[in-house]
């Protein structure tokens, strides 16, 4: 089955600073990779996706790349902002049995 | 158009008491997922329905736990004789039907406390 690996577990930016966090899977055939922001005590939130069939999607200052031959996609904030502190998540979704595998988390903290 | 919901958004149950977990998918949502998120911790699959079917399980514990999504009506994740360890969030999670469409959208979660 699917297993998706995250980095770093932690990382700490200064505000209006970049940051960037990768996750690789491991089935070749998924083929849909979301990214989910989730704020202390509430649900995760879908912030931005991308199909096997692009390379790079973009909406403002997020990003997101996929590199299908080395499996392994990434999260590109720029301009980080104090309420971009939160947990991001990363998933896979198999294409056959059309289940997602998430990645274990990573807690963005942006300091003013 | 109306998000995932689920309720209770909380819950308290003693320790032998049965707990019932209801989510709601998105309208024109036939797939639904149920993780559970302990504190500080990722989010770990259960079980993955469509309706009237359960397509993967394998995240759910052998016993004591049970998931429906019947024709009509809210998914049921029901966990049976509660131990002080399943207190955790239980969050829902719905996509449409495999048409192309992937999107998961996760609903507001229940915290199931067990005292």
């Known amino acids: 089955g699917e297993n998706v690996e995250q980095h770093p577990s932690t990382l700490s930016v200064q505000e209006g600073d970049s940051a960037v966090i990768k996750c690789t899977y491991s089935d070749s055939a998924s083929n849909y990779f979301p990214w989910y922001k989730q704020e202390l005590g509430k649900r995760p939130q879908l912030i931005i996706d991308i199909r096997s069939n692009v390379g790079e999607k973009k909406d403002q200052r997020i990003a997101v790349t996929l590199n299908k031959t080395a499996k392994h996609f990434s999260l590109h904030i720029t301009e980080t902002q104090p309420e971009d502190s939160a947990v991001y998540f990363c998933a896979a979704r198999d294409n056959y049995g059309q289940n997602f595998v998430f990645g274990p988390g990573t807690r963005l903290s942006v300091l003013p | 158009n109306a998000g995932v919901m689920q309720n209770p958004r909380h819950l308290v149950r003693r320790r032998g008491q049965e707990a019932r977990l209801r989510c709601s998918p998105m309208?024109?949502?036939?797939?639904v997922y149920w993780y559970r998120q302990l504190p500080e911790e990722g989010l770990k699959f259960m079980v993955y329905l469509q309706k009237e079917n359960i397509i993967d399980e394998s995240g759910m514990p052998k016993e004591r736990f049970s998931a429906e999504f019947p024709k009509e009506g809210p998914s049921i994740l029901r966990i049976q004789q509660v131990v002080r360890g399943d207190s955790a969030a239980y969050f829902c999670?719905?996509?449409?039907?495999?048409?192309?469409?992937?999107?998961?959208?996760f609903g507001p979660g229940t915290r199931l406390t067990v005292t």
């Open positions: 309208k024109g949502h036939s797939h």
């Open positions: 999670a719905s996509s449409p039907p495999n048409r192309g469409d992937y999107e998961q959208y």
